[in-house]
């Protein structure tokens, strides 16, 4: 817990409601199902962390985080998604959100934590700099829908 009263905690099926939500505001909208589903699946993966932060009982923030193995590079964590409720923001959810990732990512030996951030979210650019991150690349990213 931190000072504002947040607390960060794993995610439960149960705040698939609010992370939903939450997604839709991050421009990823889905139904309370889908969440439900992706969240089911991502708590299941031995390799895939999902943590909330709660204030007042209410889900205000998630984020989730995945192991990436790759034969070019060292293995890496890297943060999936990360969105803090537009009325909470600037109150430190954010910040102990990745907290929690790096302490997860910590346990586990990994010694790099990465995010794709899209070339317009110049907030989330300027939050990620400011908690220590380093800008490594621009790139673009290619999809194949099968």
């Not at 589903?37 to 708590?43: G, H, M, N, P």
């Not at 951030?117 to 400011?130: G, L, P």
């Amino acid at each position: 817990m931190i000072e504002t009263g947040i607390v960060i905690r794993e995610a439960v099926t149960d705040d698939s409601e609010a992370i939903a939500s939450l997604s839709g505001q991050l421009g990823y909208p889905s139904t309370i199902q889908e969440a439900r589903e992706r969240l089911a699946r991502v708590i299941d993966h031995p390799e895939s962390c999902v943590f909330v932060a709660v204030n007042d009982m209410q889900v205000i923030g998630w984020i989730h985080c995945f192991l990436t193995i790759r034969v070019e590079s060292a293995e890496f964590a890297e943060i999936a998604g990360l969105v803090v409720d537009e009325g909470a923001r600037g109150k430190h959810a954010g910040k102990e959100l990745v907290s929690a990732v790096i302490n997860w990512a910590r346990k586990r030996s990994v010694r790099c934590i990465r995010v794709r951030s899209n070339i317009k979210r110049h907030a989330a650019h300027e939050f990620y700099r400011h908690i220590g991150f380093n800008e490594l690349k621009d790139q673009k990213i290619f999809s194949l829908d099968l």
